[in-house]
């Protein structure tokens, strides 16, 4: 942990705040590939991540209410995000709910907003998780590979290694299950990137394969940690989260698999921003221009005259008046 003067600074928030930029970015150059404008995704972004942020915060508290809440516990810790602790699936939840919102008030498709900001979440996601390196957690079962992640005995509190009770400050190695789904989450963005350029994606069904592909690594990695969890049906709770959300995903791309919605804008805004570029061809009447003919077409084909039906050739013209 650092400090700035008097200020700590949090690896962990450090990690995540460049999550949320990363993801920011990504999402406006897919809005302005589509044609929209990147102002508008800071106007919904602003609600996406506070709500993100508390939701994933609510969720841990309540999925773990053991660690802040009864005998020996202080419950004014469950605030102190900086000491790690979100659940991704409160922060999408709630992280949904605060960019319909956002998107309602500036009158953006929500669908078409989630399937531009799917590759950047879950590249945020891989960023992110290296915040619980620097937090020392998150990690699977002893192990000797050659990537074994080294683990101490530590004071989250202090934010620095303590002696365990064997004099050491190591308490052993351990498979790095944070890295194993940094490295998934963004093979994951780089494969939903490459599927929206090979396929016509739309009505939320990039955001959905991103559901599918995330909750399909998280099942098997979440099944390799020994940190604390509840378990129901012998199952951790994040693994029957996991099968819920992939099947929410699933139902909802099988449904709209042949459905397809361009359009970014709910009043058609999106429209005005693709014609933009065409404004100069307006004369100084404020008219535009009249499109240029075909090739090979007969000179005049497009002409109309004054009562609007299609002006005749002037060779057929020139034959009846020397007729």
């Known amino acids: 942990m650092l400090f700035l003067g008097p200020i700590p600074i949090r690896a962990y928030a450090v990690c995540i705040i460049v999550g949320i930029i990363v993801a920011i970015w990504v999402t406006i150059k897919r809005w302005e590939a589509r044609g929209g404008r990147g102002d508008d995704i800071w106007n919904v972004a602003g609600w996406a991540v506070v709500f993100g942020i508390i939701g994933g915060r609510l969720y841990h508290v309540i999925s773990d209410p053991e660690l802040y809440f009864g005998s020996g516990r202080r419950p004014l810790d469950a605030v102190k995000i900086w000491d790690g602790g979100l659940g991704i699936w409160g922060a999408i939840a709630l992280g949904v709910a605060g960019a319909w919102i956002g998107c309602r008030r500036h009158g953006m498709r929500l669908s078409a907003f989630a399937d531009?900001?799917?590759?950047?979440?879950?590249?945020?996601?891989?960023?992110?998780?290296?915040?619980?390196?620097?937090?020392?957690?998150?990690?699977?079962?002893?192990?000797?590979?050659?990537?074994?992640?080294?683990?101490?005995?530590?004071?989250?509190?202090?934010?620095?290694?303590?002696?365990?009770?064997?004099?050491?400050?190591?308490?052993?190695?351990?498979?790095?299950?944070?890295?194993?789904?940094?490295?998934?989450?963004?093979?994951?963005?780089?494969?939903?990137?490459?599927?929206?350029?090979?396929?016509?994606?739309?009505?939320?069904?990039?955001?959905?394969?991103?559901?599918?592909?995330?909750?399909?690594?998280?099942?098997?990695?979440?099944?390799?940690?020994?940190?604390?969890?509840?378990?129901?049906?012998?199952?951790?709770?994040?693994?029957?989260?996991?099968?819920?959300?992939?099947?929410?995903?699933?139902?909802?791309?099988?449904?709209n698999r042949r459905r397809w919605d361009d359009s970014l804008y709910r009043d058609g805004r999106v429209d005005a921003a693709l014609a933009e570029p065409d404004s100069a061809a307006e004369d100084s009447s404020g008219e535009r221009d009249r499109p240029s003919e075909p090739a090979g077409a007969p000179s005049g084909a497009l002409a109309e005259d004054s009562s609007g039906e299609p002006e005749e050739p002037s060779e057929l013209r020139a034959e009846r008046a020397t007729g």
């Open 116 to 255: 531009a900001c799917a590759p950047g979440i879950v590249a945020a996601q891989g960023i992110g998780r290296w915040g619980n390196w620097f937090n020392n957690e998150l990690y699977g079962g002893p192990t000797t590979l050659p990537w074994r992640l080294r683990i101490h005995c530590w004071d989250l509190t202090a934010g620095h290694a303590v002696a365990c009770p064997d004099g050491s400050t190591v308490l052993g190695y351990f498979h790095p299950t944070f890295l194993y789904e940094s490295i998934w989450d963004l093979a994951l963005a780089g494969a939903l990137v490459w599927a929206a350029r090979r396929w016509r994606l739309g009505r939320g069904n990039a955001f959905a394969l991103y559901v599918m592909g995330y909750t399909a690594g998280r099942s098997w990695i979440e099944a390799m940690r020994i940190d604390h969890a509840n378990h129901i049906l012998g199952l951790r709770l994040n693994d029957w989260t996991s099968i819920i959300v992939f099947l929410g995903g699933a139902v909802w791309f099988w449904r």
